[in-house]
């Protein structure tokens, strides 16, 4: 039976690894105000900022409606897929799960929808194993049964500059309402099953890059990892962030990417890592 593999570009995949591995990306929606966009389609990253920086209006973001989802199936089966596996990012802040649900029940061929209970390259690495493990003949069901073992091993967290659009995009309700710009507070947050959850506050970029590196490395431990790198315009610092994470991660592989429409959640100046453990070949 022949797999393929859908995701949503919320997922933040590369566009080297999605050429690699064929996998079909259905692009989310961007709103500026009245304006819609479909992100990557109408919208590019460069674009993206240059709106967000000359906006008064924070943005909104959405996942990909279902006539997007039901666009990428019906590609996929077109192209000879016998059986789709459509990887989304967390149903618990984002409603591209249920959209995918929803397309999924009108496919012409059998949808499976799997949660990766993750946002951003974590979802993402879940997606690209997926498609790695299809170029090597694994069957669905072996995949889905790998991805669970997975997903509890992938580990994501991030540091926006300021709480102005985290508490804005009202997806961490712990935090709405809190002061933080006026008190210079960096939160630190974590994927904790499918939640966005703040774990640690600190006073300083510095500190709080300090942090996400300790709670990945607590993670992970001395194992070799797939490291996913990001950051939010801020060429100028991801470097040498890297470099500090790289100095106390077993970095088997890595990639440095900009989420992009990330920044309507966290904000420009954003820092995270993702991550997840691998066997040593």
Not at 235 to 245: G, I, L, S, T, W
Request: glycine share 6%; aromatic share 6%; proline share 6%.
């Amino acid at each position: 039976m022949r797999v393929r593999i859908v995701t949503d570009s919320s997922t933040n995949i590369p566009d080297a690894y999605l050429e690699r591995l064929d996998i079909i990306e259905a692009p989310a929606v961007v709103n500026f105000g009245q304006e819609s966009f479909l992100y990557k389609v109408e919208l590019s990253l460069e674009d993206f900022y240059r709106r967000l920086e000359s906006s008064d209006r924070l943005p909104t973001t959405a996942g990909p409606p279902p006539q997007q989802f039901a666009e990428a199936f019906q590609r996929a089966a077109d192209e000879g897929a016998e059986h789709i596996i459509a990887v989304t990012v967390s149903s618990r802040v984002s409603g591209t799960y249920d959209n995918a649900v929803v397309a999924a029940e009108h496919a012409p061929v059998p949808v499976t929808v799997w949660d990766a209970l993750h946002i951003s390259m974590a979802a993402g690495w879940q997606t690209i194993a997926a498609a790695e493990m299809v170029q090597d003949g694994v069957g669905a069901e072996a995949i889905l049964a790998r991805l669970a073992a997975l997903r509890a091993r992938t580990h994501l967290t991030f540091s926006p500059a300021n709480l102005k659009y985290v508490v804005a995009s009202g997806r961490v309700p712990r935090l709405r309402g809190a002061i933080g710009d006026l008190l210079n507070i960096k939160p630190v947050m974590l994927t904790q099953d499918g939640w966005l959850e703040p774990v640690a506050q600190v006073r300083t970029q510095r500190r709080a890059q300090e942090t996400m590196i300790d709670l990945m490395v607590a993670a992970l431990g001395d194992a070799p990892a797939r490291l996913a790198v990001g950051h939010c315009n801020v060429p100028d610092q991801v470097e040498a962030f890297f470099e500090e994470a790289r100095a106390r991660i077993n970095v088997k592989e890595h990639v440095i990417f900009n989420p992009g429409m990330l920044a309507a959640l966290g904000g420009p100046g954003l820092l995270g890592l993702a991550c997840h453990p691998v066997e040593e070949s």
